[in-house]
């Protein structure tokens, strides 16, 4: 999604993904963007060539990291005074009867629901930049969900365990008790802050 982004504002992107399924994927997606190429990598292996990119960027991605094998890949690939952008959204777990519901639902079935969440990535994102300084932008966002909607987005979290998990059958019951008991017009919502970090990783910008 982030990608076409990039692709419709006019940019030629390497679109770096390990995963194989997910990079023909989305090459079949995008295959009408001529200036999007696809590359077998990761973000600590991108297999880019040394200064080559004017800015590199993840979204949604950064809590996969190794981060201190991903500076330095980022360092390598980005031409002098080249830019880091690294995007993710955080879901607010407090600020409705819905959401701290939700909340407690992933700490009960989740399967690594602690180890990947994106607040992990937020308290330390500053170290990642240094001695480089990032500067931090946040934008609130709202989702709203029918059942089915909110189902998909349970389901589409790596630590929601699947179909043939002991796990999932309580899970998806509980779910469908809080929708019940919190939907409004048919939809809950989803709240969210959308954090964005960027900035140069190399202190020398000659």
């Known amino acids: 999604m982030f990608t076409r982004l990039l692709l419709e504002n006019g940019n030629s992107v390497y679109a770096v993904e390990p995963n194989a399924e997910m990079r023909e994927m989305g090459a079949q997606l995008l295959a009408g963007y001529s200036k999007l190429l696809s590359v077998a990598g990761t973000a600590e292996k991108t297999t880019l060539d040394s200064a080559s990119v004017d800015l590199v960027t993840a979204a949604q991605a950064a809590h996969w990291f190794d981060l201190r094998r991903t500076r330095a890949e980022f360092t390598r690939i980005l031409k002098p005074g080249g830019w880091?952008?690294?995007?993710?959204?955080?879901?607010l777990i407090d600020?409705?009867?819905?959401?701290?519901?939700?909340?407690?639902?992933?700490?009960?079935?989740?399967?690594?629901?602690?180890?990947?969440?994106h607040e992990r990535t937020t308290a330390i994102i500053h170290e990642f930049f240094e001695p480089a300084r990032c500067q931090e932008r946040v934008f609130s966002v709202c989702q709203q969900f029918d059942y089915e909607g909110t189902a998909g987005r349970l389901l589409s979290s790596s630590y929601a365990p699947l179909a043939g998990h002991p796990s999932y059958e309580p899970m998806m019951r509980e779910l469908e008790r809080i929708f019940?008991?919190?939907?409004?017009?048919?939809?809950?919502?989803?709240?969210?802050k959308t954090r964005v970090y960027y900035g140069r990783l190399s202190t020398d910008n000659s």
């Open 84 to 91: 880091c952008v690294l995007i993710w959204n955080e879901r």
């Open 95 to 117: 600020t409705t009867p819905f959401l701290r519901d939700y909340e407690q639902l992933l700490l009960t079935y989740g399967t690594d629901y602690k180890e990947v969440r």
């Open 180 to 192: 019940g008991a919190h939907a409004e017009d048919g939809v809950v919502e989803f709240e969210y």
